[in-house]
């Protein structure tokens, strides 16, 4: 059966998803061939479904709107957001923390998932381009 071209545009999307999660470190491991992309076959039947909070869907919104990292820094302290709401958010993001990372630590990362990895992508994007 062939792949049509529908499947291959949500396959490109996919991945692109994958990659925007992607901290710089690892993209840059990636880059150098440090790190490789695999696959992994997902059961289902063991996946916990969650609740999404509505607020964080809210907070994801709009750090989407950010257009710099200091717009989405601000606008996340001015959230005045507890760690383990901070944690939340991230882990909502796909941000990859660690229990000993403080607020300000966390903030970085979670501006690192969303605006950071969204203008890597459009420099990315414009250099194919060029």
Known sequence: MAIGAQEVIKGYKLALKFIEGLDEKQFSKWLEGEFTLGLQEVHKSKKVVKEVD??????????????????AQIY??????????????????????KSRDNKDQIIEKIIQATVGNRLKMAVLGSKVGS
């Open 76 to 97: 996340l302290q001015g959230l005045k957001l507890s760690k383990p709401k901070l944690v939340e958010l991230a882990k909502s993001l796909s941000a990859c923390i």
């Open 54 to 71: 509505k607020q964080l869907v809210v907070y994801e919104e709009a750090l989407k709107q950010c257009q710099t990292y200091e717009e």
